[in-house]
């Protein structure tokens, strides 16, 4: 129970801090999937983008898929390779990871979360459904 108030309390903070100024977090983000992991829909995410807030897009698909179409300013850390020291400084921004449909972000965001011991964030649907929002990818 106590853990479950703990991360209640952090995803409260993470949501606070990302939603100043934006809807209300619960209209966005969706509850932890994962201890220390949450979701955020595209066009919440896309929101987020235009209004300039401090996003690191992190793309954990293979560097041919990469190359096949990304978000705008996102890095290229694939799965296979991620290692949550080797990620660059953030800079303060909110880090948002990504891939196809969101199985492999999951992966990447869970083991984020257990090294930061804070939560993270993905795409919920990944690229897949950033697009079928029509939403503009880099190619």
Known sequence: MTGRIV????????????SAGATPAG???AAPSQAGVL?????????????????QL???RTPEEFAEGHL???INVPLDGFDPA????TEGAQRVLYCRSDRRSGIAA??????NGGTVVHLE??????????????R
């Open 58 to 60: 992190i793309d954990v």
């Open 72 to 74: 705008a300013g996102a």
């Open 125 to 138: 649907g990944g690229i897949v459904g950033w697009e079928a929002m029509d939403l503009p990818v880099q």
């Open 7 to 18: 991360l209640a309390g952090m995803a409260a903070g993470l949501l606070a801090a990302c």
């Open 86 to 89: 080797s990620l660059p400084d």
């Open 27 to 29: 209209d966005d983000m």
């Open 110 to 115: 869970e083991q984020l979360a257990a090294a």
């Open 39 to 55: 979701t955020i829909e595209a066009g919440a995410l896309a929101t987020r983008i235009d209004a300039g807030e401090p996003i």
